[in-house]
């Protein structure tokens, strides 16, 4: 790497998180917002075949009795499922349980029922937002448990858009969507920035009471529940522990080194690990690089990875992204630690190296202050970075986090009684509730 970008980056990492950044350029939307006299108005962006428009559209009502703005529905085309799919559906319903939300069918509905209630949903946006809402809601159970008299009837109740018209608004929104770089649905953008489903929903119910919107005494969240933080834990009990213990589960954690999230969630998964006593496989994969330098694009999702950062009391900011050269030497280190037993060490503070430090794991001098902190010794370090021993076992590991068909990281693969796979962020109280499916399922509770 240039010793230019390796100075530059941890300078320019730190200078996208500083608060002063962040104030300046939320305030520019919201000068804007005032010079043109509008409300505070939150573009919603849903499509009737994916599950999680399904679980917003049920989280909204309870957001809106929190905030006074206006929301802005924009309907996306129907999209054929891919091979993400069941994975996607399978979250959601562990969503749903978490939330106290409905969902319960894993099949998509239909492209046909889908262009209809997206008629039915584009022709009557102007209702009041809480009808709006329940007919919307009406409209997605109707669709996600195959009830096409009930949509039959609804389309009789209320008004449809023309064929040709409708078509033209979904094709409009999905240009609008894809020119904004968004491939998700359920998301929310609000001045500036995106905030994707019942994930993020917190995240920006917290901006909105930041700047004065919270009608209600209290902080928005989406059930009593919803104050369960990932690094507490579901099950305390020593008989139930006990008995998740003695079922010896594998988790293995699949984790790329030029991914935040991937460093964010490494400690608290190794402690989940130890006090569930699940036996912990670290598995790094090796992907296509889509950038390797920072932005100021990265400015939105560096600030939630520092305020999740600071949940586990992780440092987080000075950055230096690896490039290809990097990221074999991390590998390199990876695949010797596994020889000598540390692969949580040196997996976390190369990531640490990555993420915090802002220190350049192509370079030498760095890897061997790494390895320092670690206490942790590799002869002939020059020579060894320029094999590849590491490749067939990585390689391994890409194409089993390929086999598992989901399409973020880190990714979670719990193997005991049943096993099943939960990816991204915020779902390390699914690996605990699928703990609990399993003793149910084995009949201890």
Not at 216 to 224: G, K, M, T, V
Request: aromatic letters at 12%; proline letters at 5%.
């Amino acid at each position: 790497m240039p010793l230019s970008r390796r100075l530059l980056q941890p300078l320019l990492s730190r200078a996208l998180i500083h608060p002063r950044l962040h104030s300046l350029l939320q305030a520019r939307y919201e000068w804007l917002r005032r010079l043109q006299r509008r409300p505070h108005q939150i573009v919603v962006w849903l499509r009737l075949n994916d599950p999680y428009s399904y679980l917003l559209v049920q989280a909204l009502p309870r957001f809106l009795a929190h905030f006074s703005v206006q929301l802005i529905f924009k309907i996306l085309p129907y999209r054929e499922p891919d091979h993400t799919f069941t994975h996607h559906v399978r979250d959601a319903w562990y969503l749903a349980q978490f939330h106290q939300l409905y969902f319960h069918d894993f099949q998509s509905p239909s492209e046909e029922c889908c262009f209809t209630a997206s008629q039915l949903l584009l022709a009557n946006r102007h209702l009041p937002i809480a009808d709006f809402l329940t007919l919307a809601k009406q409209v997605f159970s109707c669709l996600w448990e195959h009830q096409t008299q009930k949509l039959s009837t609804l389309t009789l109740r209320f008004k449809l858009l023309a064929k040709t018209t409708t078509e033209k608004k979904m094709l409009v929104a999905a240009e609008e969507f894809d020119r904004q770089n968004q491939h998700k649905a359920a998301q929310l953008y609000y001045q500036g920035e995106w905030y994707w489903g019942l994930d993020d929903l917190s995240d920006l119910g917290d901006r909105l009471t930041t700047i004065g919107l919270n009608q209600l005494s209290h902080q928005f969240q989406l059930n009593s529940d919803s104050i369960y933080q990932d690094n507490d834990y579901l099950i305390n009990d020593w008989e139930q522990l006990a008995t998740i213990r003695a079922q010896k589960y594998t988790l293995d954690y699949y984790f790329s080194f030029d991914d935040p999230l991937s460093y964010i969630y490494l400690p608290p998964v190794i402690a989940l690990a130890e006090h569930y006593q699940l036996k912990l496989h670290l598995k790094p994969i090796l992907l296509n690089q889509d950038n390797t330098s920072l932005s100021l694009e990265w400015h939105t999702p560096l600030n939630r990875y520092v305020r999740l950062a600071e949940k586990y009391r992780l440092p987080f900011g000075e950055i230096c992204l690896p490039n290809e050269q990097g990221l074999h030497a991390c590998f390199t280190l990876f695949d010797h630690a596994q020889q000598q037993g540390m692969t949580d060490n040196i997996a976390l503070a190369l990531l640490t190296a990555i993420w915090a430090q802002g220190l350049d794991v192509g370079h030498t001098p760095h890897l061997k202050k790494i390895l320092a902190q670690c206490e942790c010794e590799l002869p002939s370090l020059k020579k060894q970075l320029k094999t590849q021993e590491w490749l067939p076992q990585i390689e391994q590991y890409t194409v089993e986090w390929s086999a598992l068909e989901v399409s973020e990281l880190p990714s979670f693969y719990l193997q005991g009684h049943r096993r099943i796979v939960f990816s991204g962020a915020h779902r390390l109280w699914a690996i605990e509730m699928a703990l609990v499916d399993n003793m149910k399922l084995i009949g201890t509770i």
